[in-house]
T-cell receptor, first 113, second 112 residues
Framework: DGGITQSPKYLFRKEGQNVTLSCEQNLNHDAMYWYRQDPGQGLRLIYY???????QKGDIAEGYSVSREKKESFPLTVTSAQKNPTAFYLCASQHSGSRETQYFGPGTRLLVL | DAKTTQPNSMESNEEEPVHLPCNHS???????IHWYRQLPSQGPEYVIHGLTSNVNNRMASLAIAEDRKSSTLILHRATLRDAAVYYCILRDYFFGNEKLTFGTGTRLTIIP
């Protein structure tokens, strides 16, 4: 089945720890995105990548880092510099082009211990 | 970015039509109107999009005002599975690849 997978479903982070959220897609999409969602709020863009080995900051990139070494994969690292990381993290991908649909993964819920 | 305004919440009875409004008075000529919905604890899913003309697909219909400053998502016969948060989003034709800008959306409750 084609789609986007995110792992883990739940992730716990200790103070001062970096954690990495996985996002993989087998849809052959060029563009991939990371969003953060806080309770009762809409999604906010963290980072996006339109091609391998290239990525741009979104609206709330501080405290996060990404890499795009493969077309299929776009991992997000939540660093210790992110002081309020508790949120629901969503990965998405699409073909290039503004009329294309974005497809979302099931999300990872990050909690701070 | 051009912004959209939606009611925070709406209720509808099961098996009745639902009309979800969206205002986008600052829409530009190259903005597409997209609708996504998000079920609890899931990622958003695409519903429909349009530019100027009304659009229909298997999930819903999109009615766009003639001046494009508002639009309405129509669910023809609501089911309990349609209970979700519905987002109305503007996406620039030329630069829309970068991101979708989500507001808080409309939380739709379906009454059995």
């Amino acid at each position: 089945d084609g789609g986007i997978t995110q792992s883990p479903k739940y992730l716990f982070r200790k103070e001062g720890q970096n954690v990495t959220l996985s996002c993989e897609q087998n849809l052959n999409h060029d563009a991939m995105y990371w969003y953060r969602q806080d309770p009762g709020q809409g999604l906010r863009l963290i980072y996006y990548s339109q091609i391998v080995n290239d990525f741009q900051k979104g609206d709330i990139a501080e405290g996060y880092s990404v890499s795009r070494e493969k077309k299929e994969s776009f991992p997000l690292t939540v660093t210790s510099a992110q002081k309020n990381p508790t949120a629901f993290y969503l990965c998405a991908s699409q073909h290039s082009g503004s009329r294309e649909t974005q497809y979302f993964g099931p999300g990872t819920r990050l909690l701070v211990l | 970015d051009a912004k959209t305004t939606q009611p925070n919440s709406m209720e509808s009875n099961e098996e009745e039509p639902v009309h979800l409004p969206c205002n986008h008075s600052t829409i530009s000529g190259t903005d597409y109107i997209h609708w996504y919905r998000q079920l609890p604890s899931q990622g958003p899913e695409y519903v429909i999009h349009g530019l100027t003309s009304n659009v229909n697909n298997r999930m819903a219909s999109l009615a766009i005002a003639e001046d494009r400053k508002s639009s309405t998502l129509i669910l023809h016969r609501a089911t309990l599975r349609d209970a979700a948060v519905y987002y109305c989003i503007l996406r620039d034709y030329f630069f829309g690849n970068e991101k979708l800008t989500f507001g808080t959306g409309t939380r739709l409750t379906i009454i059995p």
